[in-house]
């Protein structure tokens, strides 16, 4: 059995949105910028790493590096756009 004081328009205070169902407010653009320059150095490092490991033939090391880098590097960049 539903309590009828939770149905919808019993009590307009019951029907404000929450926390969970407020979408988020985007960032500031201090803190976007800010974050995307700390993926791009950390995506030019895990790239640093990848080309000495490819130097030093370490190849499944080099391959994820890589792939961390590119993966890191786009992060920040959707953190930049998206917000």
């Known amino acids: 059995m539903t309590d009828p004081s939770r149905r919808p328009g019993a009590d307009p ?5 929450t ?4 979408p988020p407010e985007p960032r500031p653009w201090l803190e976007r910028i ?3 320059a700390i993926a791009l150095v950390m995506g030019l490092l895990l790239s640093v790493m990848g080309i000495t ?8 090391l080099a391959a994820m590096s890589a792939s961390g880098a ?13 917000g």
């Not at 926390?19 to 407020?22: I, K, L, M, P, Y």
């Not at 490991?53 to 499944?60: K, N, S, V, Y």
């Open 19 to 22: 926390g969970a169902d407020r």
């Open 13 to 17: 205070a019951l029907d404000e949105p």
């Open 34 to 36: 800010g974050l995307a």
């Open 70 to 82: 590119v993966l890191t590097i786009g992060v920040g960049l959707v953190t930049l756009v998206r």
């Open 53 to 60: 490991a490819w130097l030093g033939g370490e190849w499944i």
